[in-house]
């Protein structure tokens, strides 16, 4: 059996923890269940707690206590992997923590480097963080069950999922002429999380407290028919992982963005004013896309192979 500790931010289950930890390892436990086993742990693990793993597994480590923790996981023998799914030595000076950010760089740079493998949500953070030959691409997946059989009626819902933290990406000039333009062409428009300053309309409604289970195992649901995920061009944007079109598809809608065609992103659509026809051809290209590339049991044979790998060695 390998037993695998795991820390990340102390008591939050926010989206990050869920996507890159809480599903993928719940889900790799049932995969292997006389193989591997995981415990959540709160960050500044004590020595006698680590010494009883094999694997030290780790997301967003970022300060001196995290790396005193990886540099006491390796002198007593475990392997550290770490996940990134977020460009933090390039985040934009817009961002709302970019000082704080700024600030963690170094002691981010240093974690990762001493860890003996990095899974990374996209070929881009591999670059970013400078482990190419140590690391995997690990992309944000779903089991095949959580995508509904069909796309949702028309009901004409759009909605926005995020946080503070993708102000500008939604409340710079550009955003804010298509969102003044194109809301009203819809009989919702729905603001999950951040409620963004911006020309709303009688359409409007705000959903400020989702709670990330809720959110996730009610999108089949949900009956959105458009995400809408505007996003500035930076390297901190063009790192990111396409959740929200993941997302889109979950709920039996489409995702509307101007990353349309990038990579990770060409199921998607650029303009929120596109003909509602196009929806179940669009929806249908990515639930099949999304089965081939973006399945969780897939997904996670990768990781289960990485580990082997790496307490083999």
């Known amino acids: 059996m390998i037993k695998i500790l795991v820390t990340a931010e ?4 926010n989206g990050v923890t869920f996507w890159r930890a809480i599903r993928p390892l719940s889900i790799l436990r049932r995969m292997y269940p006389d193989q591997i086993d995981y415990t959540l742990a709160k960050r500044g693990v004590p020595v006698f707690d680590l010494a009883s793993y094999d694997v030290l597994f780790a997301l967003r480590p970022n300060s001196v206590e995290d790396k005193n923790v990886i540099e006491t996981a390796k002198l007593l023998g475990l392997k550290v992997i ?11 000076p817009m961002h709302p923590k970019y000082l704080e950010f700024e600030a963690q760089k170094e002691i981010f740079r240093e974690c990762y480097a001493l860890a003996d493998w990095v899974w990374c949500s996209t070929e881009q953070l591999q670059f970013a963080m ?3 030959g140590r690391s995997s691409v690990m992309p944000n997946a779903v089991l095949p069950e959580d995508l509904p059989d069909k796309p949702a009626p028309w009901r004409g819902i759009a909605c926005w999922r995020g946080s503070i933290m993708a102000k500008d990406d939604v409340e710079n000039d550009e955003a804010r002429d298509v969102y003044k333009k194109c809301a009203p062409l819809y009989d919702r428009f729905v603001w999950f999380g951040y409620t963004p300053n911006l020309p709303h309309g009688t359409n409007f409604v705000a959903r400020k407290s989702v709670d990330t289970l809720s959110y996730f195992f009610g999108l089949r649901n949900s009956g959105v028919n458009v995400t809408w995920k505007p996003m500035r061009d930076n390297l901190f944007n063009r790192a990111k992982s396409n959740i929200a079109w993941i997302e889109a598809a979950m709920g039996g809608g489409i995702c509307v963005t101007n990353f349309a065609l990038e990579p990770g992103w060409e199921h998607c659509v650029s303009v929120l004013d596109f003909h509602r026809d196009y929806i179940p051809e669009l929806w249908q290209e990515s639930r099949e896309a999304i089965l081939k590339d973006y399945n969780l049991l897939t997904v996670n044979e990768m990781r289960f192979a990485d580990i082997k790998n790496l307490v083999s060695n």
Do not use: T
């Not at 770490?82 to 934009?92: A, I, K, R, S, T």
């Open 10 to 13: 102390a008591g939050q289950l």
């Open 82 to 92: 770490l996940d990134v799914d977020d460009d933090l030595c390039n985040v934009p």
């Open 130 to 132: 400078d482990c190419i």
